[in-house]
């Protein structure tokens, strides 16, 4: 499958624990975005790498949040101190600069209890 | 800020009916426009998108949508829809020159009964 991975698919943790979640996106893309949905809603903007570099975040991404795309291929979403608001599904895009089209994963639903 | 309406949080048709689902953006700059699909288990997908040149643009699976920039209007249509339709359908927008997150209307639940 050549398509946006992320793992793991499903997290259950503690509330005060940390998580972290990752993503590979289509090896040839630049662009990362990272999104939140909760039930009911539409996906929400998190933050945007463009190869290693963070170019924007939302005010979403509390200080309890942090992304990171080192090496400009796969990214990493961590939480600190999740609480029940953090429960949701994260959602990884990416796309190349020249194709206006993000492909997005299947998500990693987080259920903190 | 940019913000996106979708009329119908849920709507249930029969098959062969025709569908149309609204989709309002408040931007008043230059947009693009998206129509994501997400069937049951599966991960987002574009439907169809529109940047610039013919208002009416078509998509995957005999999908089309009308912008209509005088009403801020992003409407998805299809003639004659099937069982396989059933699907979350989500309007988005972004800002043609600027930033570059996708803003998403809360979706629309589309149900086609047999």
């Known amino acids: 499958d050549t398509g946006v991975s992320q793992n793991p698919r499903h997290k259950i943790t503690k509330r005060g624990q940390n998580v972290t979640f990752r993503c590979d996106p289509i090896s040839e893309h630049n662009r990362l975005y990272w999104y939140r949905q909760t039930l009911g809603q539409g996906p929400e903007f998190l933050t945007y790498?463009?190869?290693?570099?963070?170019?924007?975040k939302s005010r979403l991404l509390s200080d309890r949040f942090s992304a990171e795309r080192p090496k400009g291929s796969f990214s990493t979403l961590e939480i600190q101190r999740t609480e029940q608001g953090d429960s949701a599904m994260y959602l990884c895009?990416?796309?190349?600069?020249?194709?206006?089209?993000?492909?997005f994963g299947q998500g990693t639903r987080l259920t903190v209890v | 800020a940019q913000s996106v309406s979708q009329h119908n949080h849920h709507v249930i048709l029969s098959e062969a009916a025709s569908l149309e689902l609204g989709c309002n953006y408040s931007y008043g700059g230059t947009v693009n426009l998206f129509w994501y699909v997400q069937y049951p288990g599966q991960h987002l997908q574009l439907l169809l998108k529109?940047?610039?040149?013919?208002?009416l643009v078509k998509g995957i699976k005999g999908f089309e949508a009308e912008f209509i920039k005088s009403k801020f209007s992003f409407n998805l249509r299809k003639p004659s829809v099937q069982w396989s339709d059933t699907a979350e359908y989500f309007c988005a927008v972004n800002s043609g020159g600027g930033a570059d997150g996708l803003t998403f209307g809360k979706g629309t639940h589309l149900i086609i009964q047999p």
């Open positions: 895009a990416s796309r190349d600069s020249l194709n206006t089209e993000a492909f």
């Open positions: 790498f463009q190869n290693e570099a963070q170019l924007e």
């Open positions: 529109y940047f610039s040149g013919d208002p």
